[in-house]
């Protein structure tokens, strides 16, 4: 039962109470002055303290973006800078390779004309060495040849002559007449022999 009792007083209060239309929306006079005093209060502290702090900490921040920002544009040009210097190097290079194969170019064309001239002038030495000696064997060759025909023919002279030719001045003669009428013979064309 003391339970009854003392919701009928909370019942009989809100009855007095009771509010219709706008004034459901709008709230009481002494709710408007403490919600105000209260929100300068807040406004108050939010701007002298609060706002000053979070408007350090957005320049700082702003700051840091701006530098890093700045740091990072330096930073793009010096890359820039330095893939300009790159290609210029390489193209330098390129260059310098190209020069370097068309100086070995020239330079090996230059040693193989040398070793030709080289090899030419080795060929005439050689053949005009072999010349030489071959002249020198067959001047040796028609000597021995004189001495031995001389010989041979003086020989045979003698025994159809039937004297003796060891004379050597009248020996020396026949021979050398022998062999320029052989030699005569040899040099004249075939066509003029006959006549």
């Known amino acids: 039962m003391t339970a009854v009792r003392s919701a009928a007083p909370v019942v009989v209060a809100a009855e007095e109470t009771e509010v219709s239309g706008l004034d459901l929306f709008l709230p009481a006079g002494y709710d408007l002055l403490w919600s105000a005093v209260i929100t300068l209060v807040i406004a108050f502290v939010f ?19 701006e530098g890093g920002l700045a740091k990072a544009e330096q930073a793009q040009q010096e890359a820039a800078a330095a893939l300009a210097e790159y290609h210029q190097q390489l193209a330098d ?20 004309a040398e070793m030709r001239a080289k090899a030419q002038e080795d ?53 050398d007449r022998f062999l320029d009428e052989l030699e005569a013979t040899v040099t004249q064309p075939v066509g003029a022999k006959e006549n």
Not at 47 to 65: G, Q, S
Not at 93 to 111: C, F, K, L, S, Y
Request: proline share 1%.
């Open 47 to 65: 701007y002298r303290y609060v706002l000053p702090r979070f408007n350090a900490v957005l320049d700082e921040r702003t700051a840091k973006i």
């Open 93 to 112: 290079a390129r260059a310098e390779a190209a020069q370097t194969r068309e100086e070995a170019r020239a330079e090996g064309a230059a040693i193989v």
């Open 123 to 175: 060929a005439q030495r050689i053949v005009e060495t072999a010349k030489r000696q071959i002249e020198a064997e067959r001047q040796a060759a028609a000597v021995s040849l004189r001495a031995e025909v001389g010989v041979l023919a003086t020989e045979l002279a003698s025994k159809i002559v039937g004297e003796s030719l060891q004379d050597q001045a009248r020996q020396s003669r026949v021979v």
